[in-house]
Structure formats: structure tokens, C-alpha cells
């Protein structure tokens, strides 16, 4: 496993599928509307669960926007073992 996920982390890796910088990353953005399809949420969905995170790709689409899957990321980091 993975070192563990956190908000710098979180962030880069969202940057890096937007082609945008870390901190131009607008937590209160609809994921859809900022530019991922659902091939980029998958490739999100197994970086993260390589950190230890159990979170399925219907859980995030639930979500309207990137703090929104921050919270439903951290909220499954801290029960990972």
C-alpha cells in the first residue's frame, strides 16, 4: 500500500487529470463540470483505493463537487486499517 491520501494529494492528483496547477483546483466545483469523465474518475478511483480508501465510483458520483468527495475521501481514509 501507498502512503495515505491527503488534501495535497487529493488536489494533485485532480490537477494533474484537469491540466491545471494544485492550487487551481475549485473545491466547490461540480467534478463534471471542471472537465472528468468517467475514464478520469476511474483512474481516480484506483489511485485512491491504492492508498487504502474503499470508496465506489457511484459514492463519488453522488457528490456535486470536489469537497463534497474530499469529505466522503476523508471520512473513508480514517477507517481504512
Avoid: K, N
Avoid at 21 to 29: N, V
Avoid at 47 to 64: I, K
Wanted: with cysteine; aromatic share 8%; glycine share 4%.
Amino acid at each position: 500500500m501507498t502512503a495515505s491520501l491527503t488534501l495535497d494529494g487529493f488536489r494533485a492528483d485532480l490537477a494533474e487529470l484537469l491540466y491545471q496547477r494544485p492550487d487551481d483546483i475549485d473545491l466547490e466545483e461540480h467534478p463534471l463540470s471542471a472537465g472528468l469523465d468517467s475514464l478520469r474518475i476511474t483512474t481516480l478511483l484506483e489511485r485512491w483505493r491504492e492508498t487504502g480508501v474503499d470508496v465506489t465510483f457511484l459514492e463519488l458520483a453522488e457528490c456535486t463537487s470536489f469537497a463534497q468527495w474530499w469529505q466522503l475521501l476523508s471520512a473513508r481514509r480514517e477507517l481504512a486499517p
